[in-house]
């Protein structure tokens, strides 16, 4: 068995963004423990992992970020010189449902990390980070100018964004008070295959291959802007290895989509891949109740990377649609998977009654 002198743990590595993060590490630093630490909640799936799960640099670990023990043992046993901190609750909609659950993990998780990082170390901080993976929506909503920097006062909106507004603010104070070495990144909404199917993308492509009825909010003039996951993966290797200690950067897509815009979009694209007559899914779009403090506009400027890193967007929007309803249609038993039990129960509860106005 080979011992690996340095370990990064990547929390939340069996959800989303986390997986396409974990699959690019342990693929490019074989030399490198690669810990993915996830409770596996409704949201995280091992499924998405199957083709790296057998590789000898990773380690998967089921365990709760709030868990004090278990988190301080793994610094013990493990050279940890990383933590890139993904775990998450990440779905607004949810936490206008319960927004303690996201104050437990989003805000106490990220707390309970900080210590044992800080503890493991104290001697030598030098050569070590913990990376919080943030959102834009810690900035508020926009109106229809103007873009969020990485100067723009914090302004979250809904609980979620409270919650990881909250966690960044501990960052920062952890570096200020303990000299704990640290990035933060603050990324727009992203995309691609293995979202799970409550965020509007993977929900809208499902609804289209069962031919249900499209839910949108309001009347979807919100706005956001869309970054292919595997771009985000990219950066999040850039800023762990090449950011500067105690610096935030922004990371968009420079990709600004009115939600009903996007929708039709989707249908378009996933009528021309299931070979459906063009038009037909525009069928299924239905106007539903707003989300409560519906946020309008999310915009990102992300010179900083850019200028700094050289990181830009490498994949646009067309194709990166069209790969994500491919892979959508591609994996029908994933969808099923997950669209059955506990997810189906919230989508009644959420969707149960629809208003056409
Ligand atoms: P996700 O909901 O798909 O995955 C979250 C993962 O965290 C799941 O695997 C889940 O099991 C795990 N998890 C949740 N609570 C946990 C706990 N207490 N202990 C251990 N593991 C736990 O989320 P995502 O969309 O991949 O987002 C990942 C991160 O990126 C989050 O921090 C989110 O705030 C941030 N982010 C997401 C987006 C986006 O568009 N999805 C944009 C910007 C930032
Ligand atoms: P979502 O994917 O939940 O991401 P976020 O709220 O973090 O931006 O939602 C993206 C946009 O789509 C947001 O403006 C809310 C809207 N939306 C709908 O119109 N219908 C839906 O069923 C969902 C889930 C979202």
Same mark, same amino acid.
């Given at each position: 068995?080979?011992?690996?002198?340095?370990?990064?743990?990547?929390?939340?590595?069996?959800?989303?963004?986390?997986? @396409?993060? =974990? #699959?690019?590490?342990? $693929?490019? *630093?074989?030399?490198?423990?690669? +810990?993915?630490?996830?409770?596996?909640? !409704?949201?995280?799936?091992?499924?998405?992992?199957?083709?790296?799960?057998?590789?000898?640099?990773?380690?998967?670990?089921?365990?709760?970020?709030?868990?004090?023990?278990?988190?301080?043992?793994?610094?013990?046993?493990?050279?940890?010189?990383?933590?890139?901190?993904?775990?998450?609750?990440?779905?607004?909609?949810?936490?206008?449902?319960?927004?303690?659950?996201?104050?437990?993990?989003?805000?106490?998780?990220?707390?309970?990390?900080?210590?044992?990082?800080?503890?493991?170390?104290?001697?030598?901080?030098?050569?070590?980070?913990?990376?919080?993976?943030?959102?834009?929506?810690?900035?508020?909503?926009?109106?229809?100018?103007?873009?969020?920097?990485?100067?723009?006062?914090?302004?979250?909106?809904?609980?979620?964004?409270?919650?990881?507004?909250?966690?960044? @603010?501990? =960052? #920062?104070?952890?570096? $200020?008070? *303990?000299?704990?070495?640290?990035? +933060?990144?603050?990324?727009?909404?992203? !995309?691609?295959?293995?979202?799970?199917?409550?965020?509007?993308?993977?929900?809208?492509?499902?609804?289209?291959?069962?031919?249900?009825?499209?839910?949108?909010?309001?009347?979807?003039?919100?706005?956001?802007?869309?970054?292919?996951?595997?771009?985000?993966?990219?950066?999040?290797?850039?800023?762990?290895?090449?950011?500067?200690?105690?610096?935030?950067?922004?990371?968009?897509?420079?990709?600004?989509?009115?939600?009903?815009?996007?929708?039709?979009?989707?249908?378009?694209?996933?009528?021309?891949?299931?070979?459906?007559?063009?038009?037909?899914?525009?069928?299924?779009?239905?106007?539903?109740?707003?989300?409560?403090?519906?946020?309008?506009?999310?915009?990102?400027?992300?010179?900083?990377?850019?200028?700094?890193?050289?990181?830009?967007?490498?994949?646009?929007?067309?194709?990166?649609?069209?790969?994500?309803?491919?892979?959508?249609?591609?994996?029908?038993?994933?969808?099923?998977?997950?669209?059955?039990?506990?997810?189906?129960?919230?989508?009644?509860?959420?969707?149960?009654?629809?208003?056409?106005?």
């Amino acid at each position: 068995m080979t011992s690996f002198r340095q370990a990064i743990i990547i929390t939340g590595g069996a959800g989303f963004i986390g997986s @396409h993060t =974990v #699959r690019l590490f342990v $693929n490019k *630093y074989p030399e490198i423990r690669i +810990i993915n630490l996830d409770k596996l909640t !409704y949201a995280g799936n091992l499924e998405n992992l199957r083709d790296i799960e057998g590789k000898e640099n990773y380690l998967f670990v089921k365990g709760d970020i709030t868990d004090e023990g278990l988190i301080f043992s793994l610094f013990e046993k493990y050279p940890v010189t990383g933590v890139i901190h993904l775990a998450a609750e990440s779905h607004v909609d949810r936490s206008i449902t319960n927004p303690l659950e996201f104050i437990q993990t989003n805000i106490i998780g990220t707390v309970t990390l900080m210590n044992a990082a800080r503890e493991a170390w104290k001697e030598q901080p030098e050569g070590k980070r913990f990376y919080q993976i943030s959102t834009d929506e810690v900035y508020g909503s926009l109106g229809a100018e103007g873009y969020f920097t990485e100067s723009t006062p914090y302004n979250p909106q809904s609980p979620y964004s409270a919650s990881k507004a909250g966690a960044d @603010h501990f =960052v #920062r104070a952890y570096g $200020n008070t *303990y000299g704990l070495p640290h990035v +933060i990144t603050n990324c727009s909404n992203n !995309y691609g295959p293995f979202q799970f199917p409550e965020k509007l993308i993977p929900l809208t492509i499902n609804n289209i291959l069962h031919k249900k009825p499209i839910p949108v909010y309001g009347k979807g003039e919100n706005i956001r802007d869309w970054l292919y996951v595997e771009d985000h993966a990219r950066a999040i290797d850039l800023v762990f290895f090449q950011g500067r200690n105690g610096r935030t950067y922004n990371i968009g897509g420079n990709n600004e989509w009115k939600n009903i815009d996007l929708v039709k979009k989707l249908c378009d694209i996933t009528d021309r891949l299931l070979d459906r007559p063009a038009g037909s899914s525009r069928g299924l779009i239905t106007f539903v109740r707003d989300r409560a403090g519906h946020d309008l506009r999310y915009a990102i400027d992300s010179s900083r990377i850019r200028d700094e890193l050289g990181w830009q967007p490498e994949t646009s929007f067309d194709d990166g649609l069209t790969k994500t309803v491919q892979w959508y249609l591609d994996n029908t038993e994933w969808l099923e998977h997950i669209t059955t039990g506990a997810y189906a129960k919230y989508y009644e509860q959420q969707y149960g009654t629809t208003n056409d106005e």
